[in-house]
């Protein structure tokens, strides 16, 4: 996916330094969740050339890297320019005395592992029933079978 068809989605959301480094971990989690036992990387091996399919696994790579931008705005990140992420946002800064003050990190109830079942759940929603270019579902965790079309 590249930042025009996010910013099509998505247009409120991160500018296109922070999204290319978000979309690289939206790859990642849709990797995880749909690679089978045997390591055969779907998306990789046999991306969806359905038109339906193609477009059930662009949304839901936007819809994790929406997911992932917003739980760096809620936790009081910053990207930078160079990619690297500020802890910290600034919300004010005063010229005498020469203050700054910093956005407070809410607490929320968020472990890893509440995020990674949200992003599970984000990304049943949309890849549960899409089938690779093989035929074979992309949330198909088993050995990947042989196939006519390609090799494995």
């Given at each position: 996916m590249?930042y025009?068809?996010?910013a099509?989605?998505?247009?409120d959301?991160?500018?296109?330094?922070?999204?290319k480094?978000?979309?690289?971990q939206?790859?990642?989690?849709?990797d995880r969740?749909?690679?089978?036992?045997?390591g055969?990387?779907?998306?990789?091996?046999?991306?969806?050339?359905?038109?339906?399919?193609?477009?059930a696994?662009?949304?839901?790579?936007?819809?994790l890297?929406?997911l992932l931008?917003?739980?760096?705005?809620?936790?009081?990140?910053?990207?930078?320019?160079?990619?690297?992420?500020?802890?910290?946002?600034?919300?004010?800064?005063?010229?005498?005395?020469?203050?700054?003050?910093?956005?407070?990190?809410?607490?929320t109830?968020?472990?890893?592992?509440?995020?990674?079942?949200l992003?599970?759940?984000?990304?049943?929603?949309?890849?549960?029933?899409?089938?690779?270019?093989?035929?074979?579902?992309?949330?198909?965790?088993?050995?990947?079978?042989?196939?006519v079309?390609?090799?494995?």
């Amino acid at each position: 996916m590249d930042y025009a068809d996010y910013a099509a989605l998505y247009p409120d959301g991160p500018g296109e330094g922070e999204f290319k480094r978000l979309d690289w971990q939206a790859g990642r989690i849709m990797d995880r969740a749909t690679t089978g036992v045997d390591g055969v990387r779907k998306l990789a091996v046999a991306p969806p050339t359905d038109p339906y399919a193609a477009q059930a696994v662009l949304r839901c790579e936007a819809a994790l890297v929406r997911l992932l931008w917003r739980e760096e705005q809620r936790a009081g990140c910053l990207a930078r320019p160079d990619g690297t992420v500020a802890s910290k946002v600034v919300t004010a800064v005063t010229a005498g005395s020469e203050s700054v003050s910093f956005a407070q990190p809410q607490q929320t109830e968020d472990s890893p592992a509440a995020r990674e079942a949200l992003y599970g759940e984000t990304v049943r929603e949309h890849l549960s029933g899409v089938a690779d270019a093989n035929g074979v579902s992309l949330l198909y965790m088993g050995r990947y079978p042989a196939v006519v079309k390609g090799q494995v």
